[in-house]
Every structure is written in structure tokens, then in C-alpha cells.
């Protein structure tokens, strides 16, 4: 699932390839992608694109103050073209979801929403507000703002698991399943821990990894060509996804702890002295 490096990254580079460029055709593939139907997509045509930011996990593009609205969910993307095809996408075959053709001299630019699988979760939302978006309007504070004493005031009296409340959007956002897995272990701190009850000691090393971890993402992934970002998240991850193989700080096996179709990945020797995880609280977490 992209997420707030990624999505940063993907807006960072809108603003490089689609700034200044009007809208010619906005094709909408999947009967189920737009969530909204007023204002409806034709009224993007002949809009300029002016801006393209990030809202925790979800992608802004600006086409003279109304949005295009992205959440690109678990396996959506966004992929780019210096020259689209003619034809639209055929409707129900293939992953494109919509499709955003742009002007340009002799060719013609623009960016597919495309999502894998089975499972469509894309959204797509074209409103006058940014706000108007639900997802968007009960957004916690975005995790690259926090310092420590922001962190101190969000998990002041909480009983939920710490790694519950990391990608728990409403209270903070940008963090996702995989970079929540690199905070909690470069923070050397148990998923289970309670998130109201860390000590100062151990608030401090989790405010300071947010910050390296994120940070670090960010500045690995600006810059880079949409196609090259999932392979640049993989690339940067120390525990999530290898499960299985030896931690890099202390050689442990990475173990793994499984929910529905998610699971979630840790290292004993840093993160819970040594103890396994046990999966019969999964139930509790990540929704």
C-alpha cells in the first residue's frame, strides 16, 4: 500500500510533469472508482493542473481549485505516460480505473489510476474541497508534523496497542502497515506495548524514528519516477516483508504475525525481548 513517503513522492512529481498542463479527457474505466457524482468528471475538461500535494495517504491534484481526489488503497497506482494512447481504456478489462489526458504539443500526456487484483478498494473524488472527502476530514495530524511533544499529547491516555494507533488514520497520518513495522522497530518497541503507558525514555526513541524513518523515506523516494517507487520503498525496508530472514541490527529471524489478509513483521531480539508475538490479538488491531 503506498504511503506517505510514496504519495508524497507521487504528488512531488506531478508537480514536475503535469504543472501548467489543461486537461483535455478524463476517462473513468470502473464503474465503482468515483465516489462522487457531482461535480461530475467532464467538468475537469479544460482545467489547468496547478497544484498536486498529499493528505496524509491520499493524492490532491488541483485543476484550477477543483480536486481530483486519489486514495490509492492497497494495490493502487498511479502510472505515467509522455503519450497516451488514443482509445480510452475498455471499461471492466484490464487494471486502469481512469485515466487523466493532458495537453501538450504533438503529444499526449497524462497518467493512468490503475489497481491489481481482485479486491477494488481505489477511490477516486472529484470535489470543490479537499475536506469534503470523508477519509480526508477526520485525518489525525500528518506524522511528518509531529515532534515529541506532539506525540506525548496523541498517545496521552490511550489503551490501544501502539502499533493499532500508528495506522490508525484518525489519529495520525501517513503511517501504513509497512512503515509502521520500521518505526516500532527502529524504535526497539513492541506492536503490543500500550501506546498511553510508554516512558519518556521510550516516547523519545519513538518520536525520533517517525522522524528518521519517514524522513528517510521522503527523501528516497522524491525525485524518483513513478514506476521506481515500489521498488524504492522494498529496497529501504528492514523488517516488513522479510519474514523469515535475519535482522539487520542484531541477526534474529524476522518473524511475522498474521490477520486476515495483512500481517505484520518484527524482530524478537529488538522489539519484545526476545518473545514471540502470539496472532490471538490480532483481532484488536488494525482495522
Not at 489519529?171 to 501506546?195: C, F, K, M, Q, W
Request: hydrophobic share 40%; charged share 25%.
Amino acid at each position: 500500500m503506498p504511503e506517505l513517503p510514496e504519495v508524497e513522492a507521487l504528488a512531488y512529481f506531478l508537480r514536475e510533469h503535469a504543472l501548467g498542463r489543461v486537461v483535455t479527457r478524463v476517462d473513468v474505466a470502473s464503474l465503482t472508482v468515483l465516489k462522487t457524482v457531482s461535480p461530475p468528471s467532464t467538468e475537469l475538461h479544460g482545467r489547468t493542473v496547478t497544484g498536486a500535494t498529499r493528505h496524509g495517504k491520499y493524492l490532491d491534484v488541483d485543476c484550477d481549485g477543483l480536486h481530483l481526489v486519489a486514495h490509492l488503497a492497497r494495490a493502487g497506482w498511479l502510472r505515467w505516460s509522455d503519450s497516451l494512447a488514443p482509445t480510452p481504456p475498455r471499461p471492466g478489462r484490464g487494471p486502469v480505473a481512469l485515466r487523466v489526458r493532458l495537453s501538450d504539443d504533438g503529444t499526449s500526456p497524462g497518467f493512468d489510476l490503475t489497481e491489481a487484483g481482485t479486491k477494488k478498494d481505489l477511490a477516486v473524488w472529484i470535489v470543490d474541497d479537499p475536506r469534503q472527502v470523508p477519509g480526508i476530514a477526520k485525518l489525525g495530524p500528518d506524522a511528518l508534523d509531529l515532534d515529541r511533544d506532539g506525540w506525548a499529547v496523541l498517545l496521552h491516555g490511550s489503551s490501544a496497542r501502539l502499533k493499532t494507533v500508528l495506522v490508525d488514520q484518525s489519529t495520525v497520518a501517513g503511517i501504513g502497515n509497512a512503515y509502521s513495522d520500521e518505526i516500532l522497530h527502529t524504535a526497539r518497541l513492541s506492536p503490543y506495548a500500550t501506546a498511553g503507558r510508554l516512558s519518556d525514555e521510550a516516547l523519545d526513541r519513538l518520536a525520533e524514528a517517525a522522524r528518521v524513518v519517514l524522513t528517510d523515506a521522503v527523501d528516497r523516494s522524491v525525485g524518483q519516477k513513478a514506476a521506481r517507487l515500489k521498488g524504492e520503498k522494498r529496497s529501504g525496508l528492514r523488517v516488513h516483508g522479510r519474514t523469515g530472514l535475519p535482522c539487520p541490527v542484531c541477526g534474529d529471524t524476522v518473524r511475522e504475525v498474521s490477520f486476515a489478509d495483512r500481517a505484520f513483521q518484527y524482530c524478537p531480539t529488538c522489539q519484545t525481548g526476545g518473545k514471540t508475538l502470539a496472532d490471538r490479538r490480532m483481532s484488536r488491531l488494525l482495522k
